[in-house]
């Protein structure tokens, strides 16, 4: 599974930017998938997760309430809705696919798109 993100950028503190994550010329709504992301300096850390289905939705808690995750099968997207940016959210944000449950473990992972930067600036 190729997996394609996009949609990073400068934004404002305060903010919204929305990302994609594509899988073109595959279905992937078996696979769950999930959002990564690396602040400068850090370590990778999981974001959020959505199953095959749609109907499970996790997050990690710095993020809910501001984030939402969403997926539309039939184009092959995974979005992540990002709103209410702050700097701590500059990041490279990953996607990956994964036909495990356990969807904050990134090792679970079986295959990852490129990252897209996403910059907050204060």
């Known amino acids: 599974v190729q997996l394609q993100a996009s949609g990073g950028g400068l934004v404002q503190a305060g903010g919204s930017l929305r990302l994609s994550c594509v899988a073109p010329?595959?279905?992937?709504?078996?696979?769950?998938v999930g959002w990564f992301r690396q602040p400068p300096g850090k370590e990778r850390e999981f974001v959020a997760g959505?199953?095959?289905?749609?109907?499970?939705?996790f997050y990690t808690d710095s993020v809910k309430g501001r984030f939402t995750i969403s997926r539309d099968n039939a184009k092959n997207t995974v979005y992540l809705q990002m709103n209410s940016l702050v700097p701590e959210d500059t990041a490279i944000y990953s996607c990956?696919?994964?036909?495990?449950?356990?969807?904050?473990?990134?090792?679970?992972?079986?295959?990852w798109g490129q990252g897209t930067l996403v910059t907050v600036s204060s």
């Open positions: 959505i199953s095959g289905s749609g109907i499970g939705l």
């Open positions: 010329g595959r279905t992937f709504s078996s696979y769950a």
């Open positions: 990956a696919a994964t036909l495990k449950r356990q969807l904050d473990y990134a090792p679970n992972y079986d295959y």
